[in-house]
């Protein structure tokens, strides 16, 4: 039996030790075979010696630019297995190529960036993706691409004046920004980190959600009479703008992907919109504008209560998602002599929550005493209060769920909180006036 066992998992060892990861056949397709295909000064291509040559390379149909589907498998078929010689034939001897190649050195250092996708793709890093947290600087023209292992700024998105919100699409190949000065969704390259797509919004927007599939964006228009606007983020297309009472602030997809919930401060009201229509689906009036929100779940992932931040309240307030009811509402602590925040506070002196990943706590912000505090959940008892800065905005938490990010508006910084240990552990320096942060996985190259 033992025997057995052990002739069962070597194999697998011994893959893990020494096999690097598979070849990815849409990276080759994508991003290899246009660097096959392409005329570069003092060179002839690729193509024109390798389609009867080796290793071979399918010969082009008459005018055609590219190679067909069929074909470009064949090429990944075979040029999988020239990952090494890939690497150094071509490339200067004196940049660390070998010293002959018929077909001529086409790069001359492996910092070239056709080199080093073809290095990406035979180490199988190519469209690697790892955790990010996007901060948005609210009164800048920036936002600030943070590495949760380091909690360095290690990326900026430019050029979007009065960036709002910002979210990762599920798949991480983009990030999409609402541009309030512009009133368009800028679709953002995720490797590149540049604007690809600015797609106009029915007004001005606030803040934004993307559906679990990715296939559509979910803009909060603030500007009356208050809207969400549906867009197709791949085709680039606004679908459709569901009218709504009052200009809508926030607007979020619920962790199950069913509904999308949007919040208007001048209507006061939350709205529920079903996500297969597209139509609102339940609405509930509130005495105060509507905030922040965040999501507490059943088991089954099904939407149990809604989180809501009101205006002028320093405090949450539960809402149930069956019965449509506020449940409870629990005032945030007056901290005795801490000094209270009396400048900017727009009206919310609490803005910002999150739920960490095991769903066990809620973090909510306080404006007017520069902390954060954890609440137990289901039960919203005061945990801990931790102070981060001045005017402490928005939270998020990278899907690895260690530490919590918290845009501290008046520091021009965002400050990391240990989720365990409730500490801060560091204070990251971004942009004019952090505030919207977002975290996910993200193509990186
Ligand atoms: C002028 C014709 C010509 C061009 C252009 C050319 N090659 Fe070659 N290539 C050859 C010939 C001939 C050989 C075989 C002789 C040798 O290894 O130098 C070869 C060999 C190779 C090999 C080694 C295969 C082995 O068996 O080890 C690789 C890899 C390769 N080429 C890649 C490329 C790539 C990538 C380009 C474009 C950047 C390119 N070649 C452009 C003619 C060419």
Partial sequence: MRFALVLVLSPLLAQQAVIPPPLDYTVFRDEVQPIFLKKRPGHARCVECHEHGVPPMEPLAPGAATWTEAQSRKNFDMWKQFGKQLLVHPLAAKAGGDHFHAGGKHWASKDDPEWRILSQWVSGTRGALEPRVLQSN??????????????????VIEGIEVPHGVVISPDGTRVYVTNES??????????????????????????????????????????????????????????????????????????DGKFAAAGSIPGKLLNIIDTVTNTVAWTLPTDAGVRPMAFVTNPDGSTRQIIIQLSDYHGIAAIDFVTHREVKRVPLPDPTGTPKETQGIQGSPSHGLAITNDGKILWATSKWYGYVAAFSLPDLKLVRVVPVGSHPEWLTIPPDGKNLYVSCAGDDATVVVDNKTMQVVAKIPVGAVPKRNASGMLRTN
């Fill in 138 to 155: 609210s009164a800048g023209d920036s936002i600030d691409v943070i590495n949760p292992a380091t909690n360095k700024v290690v990326g």
């Fill in 182 to 255: 512009k009133r368009t969704l800028d679709i953002v390259d995720a490797a590149s980190l540049k604007v690809t797509k600015q797609v106009p919004l029915s007004g001005r927007p606030n803040n934004l959600a993307v559906s679990k599939d990715g296939k559509t964006v979910y803009v909060a228009i603030v500007q009356a009479p208050g809207a969400v606007d549906v867009i197709d983020p791949v085709a680039g297309i606004n679908l459709k703008s569901i009218p709504l009472k009052g200009g809508i602030h926030n607007v979020y997809v619920t962790p």
